[in-house]
């Protein structure tokens, strides 16, 4: 049984819902809004902080950052997008050292993608059924779902990019691929268990 699932999403594809849904199946940990908190408690800066490098290349914000206190009034000069990064990795790697985990997002399928045993999804869809489905799954308008869209799959993307010079949207960093406005949410949760479950080729 793989004992690594990482799941990669695009914005309304429901990575959100499906994660947390295959991780109850198969009994596992799952493991999302955790990360930025760990990594904020590694590098000893705001939880906020975290929150704003992650999943996005964004030097800018870095820089920003670095001007202005935190919540605290304790300037953090020293904190860069590329240690959130490799802290992030350092996080991931544990949790797959350990097991018996699904994780959602953060490049685990590039950053895991040679370990043993481990299932790479991608979810995706066309753009405009993702927003239709985003609509639909957080309980939003129109109007709010294609700015999130957009604001979400352009930080995921360039993260990807910046970090690992990579596309995060192409099949070949994954074993399964499925279009998840198509494929109903609860099925696609059956077939990635199934997956999981299933031996080794």
Not at 20 to 43: S, T
């Amino acid at each position: 049984m793989s004992r690594v699932v990482t799941i990669s999403a695009s914005y309304g594809a429901g990575g959100s819902w499906v994660g947390p849904e295959v991780a109850e199946r198969l009994g596992w940990r799952f493991i999302d809004r955790a990360i930025p908190v760990q990594v904020a408690q590694r590098l000893d800066v705001p939880v906020q902080h975290a929150e704003v490098h992650d999943e996005a290349a964004a030097p800018r914000f870095t820089r920003l950052l670095a001007r202005l206190p935190n919540t605290s009034g304790v300037v953090v000069p020293e904190a860069t997008t590329d240690a959130f990064c490799r802290e992030t990795e350092r996080l991931l790697i544990e949790a797959a050292d350990a097991g018996d985990v699904v994780v959602l997002g953060r490049a685990g399928a590039i950053v895991l993608g040679d370990r043993p045993g481990a299932l790479h999804v991608r979810l995706d869809g066309p753009a405009e059924a993702r927003v239709f489905q985003g609509m639909r799954v957080e309980e939003i308008d129109e109007e709010e779902a294609r700015r999130r869209q957009r604001n979400s799959d352009r930080a995921r993307t360039d993260y990807v990019k910046h970090f690992y010079r990579a596309d995060a949207r192409d099949p070949r960093h994954y074993h399964m691929v499925l279009d998840s406005t198509v494929v109903a949410l609860p099925t696609c949760v059956e077939l990635i268990v199934a997956a999981a479950r299933a031996p080794s080729a």
